[in-house]
T-cell receptor, first 114, second 113 residues
Framework: EAGVTQSPTHLIKTRGQQVTLRCSPI?????VYWYQQALGLGLQFLLW???????NRGNFPPRFSGRQFPNYSSELNVNALELEDSALYLC?????????????FGPGTRLTVT | GESVGLHLPTLSVQEGDNSIINCAYS??????FIWYKQESGKGPQFIID?????DKRQGQRVTVLLNKTVKHLSLQIAATQPGDSAVYFC????????????FGAGTRLAVHP
């Protein structure tokens, strides 16, 4: 069974630009989560989507947004990139909001903002 | 702010020894706890979880202990192997809190031959 996949693997952008990251959950999982892992700061919860709806949001500014498609894949968009947005962005999936809570992570997208 | 803290940022052990990684969590309402392992260049890998109605759970070579009185969580790894070298994160969740996992900063486990 394929795990969570993310694309691209690495990305380099300049300050002020916009970026879109993509995630495909494990087959059968309806919930997708986004986390930011900045150096020295651990994993910070960004967003949770389930059945196409945003269910929860972490303490991040509105320029971080996303969506979930009917096939449960998801995109994370970051506008007006800032240097401190440089981080590993991790996507995770789980069976759903009422299901077992295990979240399975993808390999991440490494974003560098210069 | 919200946080799950760790007592030891780095733990060095000899191959074959048992390892204990500790974690303090912040929300007394949290009812679900997970340990993840993250190897360099990879996403976190689920190891074991425990719900708040339990105080111990065992997996293959790993045991998680939960002490709700002092809000403490630990991961015990038996017969530590070089392949166990990684960063270990504990995470907590309040099931009524919209599936949001709160992670600690991580503990690096270094296994020496």
């Amino acid at each position: 069974e394929a795990g969570v996949t993310q694309s691209p693997t690495h990305l380099i952008k300049t300050r002020g630009q916009q970026v879109t990251l993509r995630c495909s959950p494990i087959s059968g999982h309806t919930s997708v989560y986004w986390y930011q892992q900045a150096l020295g700061l651990g994993l910070q919860f960004l967003l949770w989507y389930d059945e196409g709806e945003e269910r929860n949001r972490g303490n991040f500014p509105p320029r971080f947004s996303g969506r979930q498609f009917p096939n449960y894949s998801s995109e994370l968009n970051v506008n007006a990139l800032e240097l401190e947005d440089s981080a590993l962005y991790l996507c995770a999936s789980s069976l759903g909001p009422g299901a077992p809570y295990e979240q399975y992570f993808g390999p991440g997208t490494r974003l560098t903002v210069t | 702010g919200e946080s799950v803290g760790l007592h030891l940022p780095t733990l060095s052990v000899q191959e074959g020894d048992n390892s204990i990684i500790n974690c303090a969590y912040s929300n007394s309402a949290s009812d679900y706890f997970i340990w993840y392992k993250q190897e360099s260049g990879k996403g976190p890998q689920f190891i074991i979880d425990i719900r708040s109605n339990m105080d111990k759970r065992q997996g293959q070579r790993v045991t998680v202990l939960l002490n709700k009185t002092v809000k403490h969580l630990s991961l015990q790894i038996a017969a530590t192997q070089p392949g166990d070298s990684a960063v270990y994160f504990c995470a907590e969740m309040f099931s009524g809190g919209y599936n949001k996992l709160i992670f600690g900063a991580g503990t690096r486990l270094a296994v020496h031959p």
